[in-house]
């Protein structure tokens, strides 16, 4: 196995910030994921739509769609439980609507602040609400960014990617494998 660091001299591209990713390369143990996208949704069209852009925008990443609050708090449940399963795989960033049935947007994001395991889970909030009081609560709660749905679920995802990108997200998904047990932080 090629070892980016020793074989070659370059840098490997994952900053390591502790010494068992760093010993993750040097032993070759270093395993890249796809990254793991929990969106939760309950239109149809709109959760279709979405992971036809991200197909488009070609991120390499596993799509869970859970279609309510109570079902995405099922899933972040048994994933924290679980641990990395492929049924419920902990994700490295979750998608949220604000306008769910049963459990609110809102609330599913006040139920993650308040989980040890979801603290640091970046949480993007992708609704059709363009009202000032809605975004402010929504970071008030803990969102890592809130975006308004528009028509053009390309233009959407492009800011999507953007958010892994500036953020990291992708090498928090190649931590994750390395058995590292920190979630991704946010900068």
């Known amino acids: 196995m090629i070892n980016p660091a020793k074989d070659t001299g370059m840098v490997p591209p994952l900053v390591a910030h502790d010494g068992q990713v760093q010993r993750a390369f040097e032993t070759g143990s270093f395993h890249l994921t796809p990254l793991q996208i929990l969106h939760v949704e309950d239109d149809p069209d709109d959760a279709f739509f979405f992971e036809r852009a991200i197909k488009n925008a070609k991120l390499e ?54 989980q040890k395991a979801l603290k640091t889970l970046p949480i993007v909030v992708l609704s059709g609400s363009s009202l000032k ?21 390309d ?18 998904s190649a931590r994750r494998e390395s058995n590292v047990p920190k979630q991704p932080q946010l900068q």
């Open 61 to 114: 990443c596993e799509l869970h769609l859970e279609i309510n609050g109570e079902k995405a708090v099922e899933y972040l449940s048994k994933a924290g439980i679980e641990g990395h399963s492929s049924s419920h795989p902990i994700p490295h960033l979750m998608v949220l609507d604000l306008k769910l049935p049963g459990l609110s947007g809102f609330e599913v994001l006040s139920w993650a602040r308040g």
């Open 133 to 153: 009081e809605d975004k402010s609560t929504a970071s008030a709660l803990g969102a890592s960014d809130f975006i308004v749905k528009q028509s053009d679920f």
């Open 155 to 172: 233009q959407i995802v492009e800011q999507v990617v953007q958010f892994i990108s500036k953020n990291g997200l992708a090498r928090a």
